[in-house]
């Protein structure tokens, strides 16, 4: 391909920005859809939450209260008082409603190579194909299910676990779930091809090098990880383990947005 296109394939790429990765200098957290400050803090009681509140440029009430309760993760593992109960609606039933089969896309790569930009695309053409198909975006769930993780290693490793749950409740339920994150552990990805099943789990390596991510970076989120200020930066200061053997892969510096949301469609209709 010349590479002047292939440059001026950068430009479709713009949107997707790099994905918060860890604390920058004032301990606020960069929210890349829509440029603000949030603070991420775990709530242990009211004094926490008045603290919170103080940090906020508005004011919620005196009579607002947040009621936070200790976090139970995990806390029944092992518990011989969990059963699985069985329903009467199979996954085949789901899927021969809807007219199509349940499965999930696995957009993993570095932040601003194009995850949720191809992943945002290939929603809107499966949705003009009469196809039911729902996003989980890497940014969007830390506004909510997510929000209380943080991006040490470990938290980082249950942001995919649960998600990687999601993902195949969704697949259960018969639509075609399209999850953009960077995921940047191999452990990980295999857990979660393992908790959808491997004929319904597609890896999608969208590979862009660090230089061409950074010139698609608008808040300068590189260069800050380079000079320290953001810690546990994938690519820059945290490992980002390359898909052993991905099922598609998607060169974002060579491919258009175009190229890359048909690669992603033939595999699902394969």
Same mark, same amino acid.
């Given at each position: 391909?010349?590479?002047?296109?292939?440059?001026?394939?950068?430009?479709?790429?713009?949107?997707?920005?790099?994905?918060?990765?860890?604390?920058?200098?004032?301990?606020?957290?960069?929210?890349?859809?829509?440029?603000?400050?949030?603070?991420?803090?775990?709530?242990?009681?009211?004094?926490?939450?008045?603290?919170?509140?103080?940090?906020?440029?508005?004011?919620?009430?005196?009579?607002?209260?947040?009621?936070?309760?200790?976090?139970?993760?995990?806390?029944?593992?092992?518990?011989?008082?969990?059963?699985?109960?069985?329903?009467?609606?199979?996954?085949?039933?789901?899927?021969?409603?809807?007219?199509?089969?349940?499965?999930?896309?696995?957009?993993?790569?570095?932040?601003?190579?194009?995850?949720?930009?191809?992943?945002?695309?290939?929603?809107?053409?499966?949705?003009?194909?009469?196809?039911?198909?729902?996003?989980? *975006?890497? @940014?969007? %769930?830390?506004?909510?299910?997510?929000?209380?993780?943080?991006?040490?290693? !470990?938290?980082?490793? $249950?942001? =995919?676990?649960?998600?990687?749950?999601?993902?195949?409740?969704?697949?259960?339920?018969?639509?075609?779930?399209?999850?953009?994150?960077?995921?940047?552990?191999?452990?990980?990805?295999?857990?979660?091809?393992?908790?959808?099943?491997?004929?319904?789990?597609?890896?999608?390596?969208?590979?862009?090098?660090?230089?061409?991510?950074?010139?698609?970076?608008?808040?300068?989120?590189?260069?800050?990880?380079?000079?320290?200020?953001?810690?546990?930066?994938?690519?820059?200061?945290?490992?980002?383990?390359?898909?052993? *053997?991905? @099922?598609? %892969?998607?060169?974002?510096?060579?491919?258009?947005?175009?190229?890359?949301? !048909?690669?992603?469609? $033939?595999? =699902?209709?394969?």
């Amino acid at each position: 391909m010349d590479k002047k296109k292939s440059k001026t394939s950068l430009e479709g790429f713009k949107e997707d920005a790099p994905e918060p990765q860890g604390r920058i200098e004032d301990k606020g957290q960069v929210d890349n859809d829509n440029n603000e400050q949030t603070v991420l803090i775990s709530l242990k009681g009211k004094a926490d939450y008045e603290f919170m509140i103080s940090l906020l440029p508005f004011n919620l009430g005196s009579s607002t209260y947040l009621h936070c309760q200790p976090s139970t993760v995990n806390s029944n593992k092992g518990s011989n008082n969990i059963m699985w109960h069985k329903g009467k609606v199979t996954y085949e039933d789901r899927c021969k409603n809807l007219g199509q089969r349940g499965v999930v896309v696995w957009f993993t790569g570095l932040s601003g190579s194009g995850k949720s930009t191809i992943a945002v695309e290939v929603e809107k053409e499966l949705l003009k194909q009469g196809k039911a198909v729902y996003r989980l *975006d890497g @940014d969007n %769930v830390r506004h909510g299910l997510n929000s209380d993780l943080g991006f040490a290693k !470990e938290d980082r490793d $249950e942001n =995919i676990r649960r998600i990687a749950e999601v993902a195949a409740l969704f697949k259960d339920a018969g639509l075609i779930t399209l999850a953009s994150f960077i995921s940047p552990f191999q452990k990980m990805r295999d857990f979660a091809r393992e908790r959808a099943g491997e004929d319904s789990f597609i890896e999608v390596y969208v590979k862009a090098d660090v230089e061409t991510c950074a010139e698609r970076d608008p808040k300068g989120l590189y260069e800050k990880a380079k000079q320290g200020e953001i810690e546990n930066f994938t690519g820059i200061s945290s490992p980002y383990e390359e898909p052993d *053997d991905a @099922d598609v %892969v998607i060169d974002t510096a060579e491919l258009t947005v175009e190229e890359s949301v !048909e690669k992603v469609l $033939e595999a =699902i209709d394969n």
